[in-house]
Nanobody
């Protein structure tokens, strides 16, 4: 069983930055791809970014490409999402997710484990 705990959310002005963290616990974490999703008010959960175990493969949603960076520190079992140039449209609950495999996927249903989420608010 994999458990995920997010942190780092908060209120930030437009143009500002935040770094989200996702601490993972469990066995055989090297088998897991990690990703960030978000769900804004009245919206469906959407893919933000994903990374494989080695970090050699990363994928980003078009809406965040060039502004957000996903990384992972396997020694600390932690995945990060650095968010720069934040916009009001980035306001959402951000979720960390894990799927057993080697490929980053963009569909929430393909991820078996989820954190509880952390709120990011960028006021307009």
């Amino acid at each position: 069983q994999v458990q995920l705990v997010e942190s780092g959310g908060g209120l930030v002005q437009a143009g500002g930055s935040l770094r989200l963290s996702c601490a993972a616990s469990g066995r055989m974490l090297f088998l897991y791809v990690m990703a960030w999703f978000r769900q804004g008010p009245g919206k469906e959960r959407e893919f933000v970014a994903g990374i494989n175990y080695s970090g050699s493969s990363r994928d980003y949603a078009d809406s965040v490409k060039g502004r957000f960076t996903i990384s992972r520190d396997n020694a600390k079992n932690t995945v990060y999402l650095r968010m720069n140039s934040l916009k009001p449209v980035d306001t959402a609950v951000y979720y960390c997710a894990a799927r057993r495999g080697t490929e980053v996927r963009r569909t929430p249903d393909e991820y078996e484990h989820w954190g509880q989420g952390t709120q990011v608010t960028v006021p307009s």
